[in-house]
């Protein structure tokens, strides 16, 4: 059997795991959150979230990967048998998370490209939708392929295919030292011409100005448990694989306090970038910053470009840096999600890294195809807003359940963490992954549950709900059950 | 800006950017202290 592989250096994993983390929601859904969740008051709902439940599942996942070296399948049967179910639902989460994550990657890519000359022109909400996606009419109007989107998508696949079969030392620890330096000065660069343009002050002030009373809504607080988990790549497999690479003796607390940490102080640094922009298209275009801010794809692919366009110069540079930075911050956790999938697949298959990678870019790129069809940005909604509030939500708490409850491993993995880490977990981490967590993550299926049954998800067909979302829930569940009673190959069921 | 959005913007800035260069130190101190070990 072939020796697991290890990462070259603690500071290659460290980057590694922050590039996961860091993704386009720091960018560009963290800003949105914190403006429509009481602006600077936010930050103490974020704060008590990334504190008991996001740093403390991140820890949690480093021990499991770190003690078990195993994929997450493996690792949970490692927990207890018949648990490893649980890591496959956690991996195939991951492989439908890729399949659309790469077709935004390539807009990305498409618009760094447009951004030389700003081609995009004035009209940016027709140039997004009408010509380079060609949205067509109603939801079952496929279209057929853009080629357009097509392109950038197939260039994506193809560096990420050469990172993956590189393996983990040379390729992805690679690609994070080189992308991720690059990342974090083009995002000090954006924030620094931000503030200094005119009327940033006032984006900001809108950004940071607290309402105190908005803390006495519980469904801001959700969002802050939301945000954070969502933020910092846990509960879809990454973690417990990245760690499964690290050697005997590392400090593991010590690396997810600056993983998470880096993760926020990147996505607070974003919303200053951000908001300072929008304070400067709203001052140029004479509304309320109110008007302008926006989230996800509209506030990337539409409001971003009308924000260079008015710059007074050096527009395509400025546009280059925003997209380029989309585009590696996107790419540093697409590598993180497929990682997990081809870890898992060579291990229940014993096959070499070449053939994993192989068959699970060979498969997610097929399924993906779908998404760069006219309808695509309609099926990549619905699969992103079931993957996300169900299938990561469901993944996480049924880990916390099974490690806190069923197998009551909690202080065996306490003192795991602490044997080998110079910063110490105390009886809190045992609180929040015991109480804390379990409850929150509840209050936030349920919420999204009756959100779902009350109205259906933006409006879309129940036929397109159930096609795309509910079914791909489906697969997950029967693809998780069958990998774990498909017999290991060479080894025991 | 405010007042109050300003002692907010450096809430977080002490807590997110504070937080992550005490532990940088502790990290690139730690390694320090190995490679030490490492050569004595």
């Known amino acids: 059997m072939e020796q697991r592989e290890r990462w070259a250096s603690k500071a290659g994993f460290i980057l590694a795991a922050v590039g996961s983390a860091i993704g386009l929601g720091n960018i560009w859904r963290y800003p949105y959150v914190v403006y429509e969740n009481g602006g600077g008051a936010f930050l103490i709902p974020y704060f008590v979230a990334l504190l008991t439940a996001g740093i403390p599942i991140l820890l949690l996942e480093y021990v499991i990967g770190h003690k078990y070296k195993a994929s997450p399948p493996f690792g949970f049967r490692k927990i207890r048998r018949g648990a490893e179910w649980i890591g496959w639902w956690q991996v195939i989460v991951a492989f439908f998370v890729i399949t659309y994550y790469m077709a935004i990657l390539g807009w990305a890519l498409s618009y760094t490209y447009y951004s030389f000359g700003t081609q995009w022109g004035e009209d940016t909400e027709g140039f997004f939708f009408n010509h380079y996606l060609s949205i067509s009419e109603g939801f079952w109007g496929f279209g057929g392929i853009q080629w357009k989107v097509l392109i950038p998508f197939v260039i994506v696949w193809a560096v990420t295919y050469w990172i993956m079969q590189r393996g983990v030392s040379r390729g992805i620890e690679v690609a994070n030292k080189i992308l991720m330096p690059v990342l974090i000065a083009m995002m000090i660069i954006i924030t620094i011409r931000g503030v200094t343009l005119p009327g940033a002050a006032e984006g900001l002030n809108v950004l940071f100005t607290p309402d105190f009373g908005a803390l006495a809504d519980p469904k801001v607080w959700v969002q802050a448990y939301g945000h954070v988990f969502f933020s910092l790549s846990i509960a879809f497999a990454i973690m417990i694989t990245y760690s499964s690479y690290l050697p005997d003796k590392t400090d593991l607390t010590n690396s997810g306090l600056i993983a998470g940490l880096a993760n926020s102080g990147f996505e607070f640094m974003a919303a200053i970038g951000v908001f300072a922009t929008l304070g400067f298209l709203a001052a140029v275009q004479g509304v309320a910053v109110e008007e302008v801010a926006t989230a996800g794809v509209g506030l990337a692919f539409v409001v971003f470009p009308q924000v260079i366009n008015a710059f007074p110069f050096w527009n395509s540079l400025f546009g280059v840096l925003f997209f380029g930075s989309l585009l590696f911050a996107g790419f540093t956790s697409a590598i993180s999600i497929l990682e997990p999938v081809v870890a898992a697949v060579r291990e229940k298959f014993h096959l070499s890294r070449k053939s994993a990678v192989n068959w699970v870019c060979g498969f997610a790129f097929l399924v993906g195809l779908l998404y760069t069809t006219s309808g695509g940005l309609r099926y990549l909604d619905v699969v992103d807003h079931f993957t996300n509030q169900y299938g990561i939500v469901l993944g996480g708490l049924l880990e916390v359940i099974l490690v806190a409850w069923i197998a009551g491993k909690l202080g065996e993995y306490r003192e795991h963490a602490n044997r080998i880490s110079y910063v110490r977990l105390g009886g809190w981490w045992n609180i929040c992954l015991r109480w804390i967590t379990p409850v929150l993550l509840t209050c936030m299926l349920l919420m999204t549950l009756l959100n779902e049954f009350s109205k259906p998800y933006e409006d879309y067909p129940y036929s397109g709900l159930l096609a795309f979302g509910w079914s791909v829930l489906g697969i997950i569940l029967i693809g998780a059950l069958y990998f774990t009673r498909l017999r290991q190959e060479g080894g025991n069921a | ?40």
């Open chain 2, 1 to 40: 800006m405010g007042v109050s959005a300003w002692i907010m913007f450096l809430l977080g800035a002490a807590g997110l950017w504070g937080g992550l260069a005490y532990f940088l130190w502790h990290h690139i101190k730690a390694e320090k202290q190995v490679q030490q070990e490492g050569q004595s």
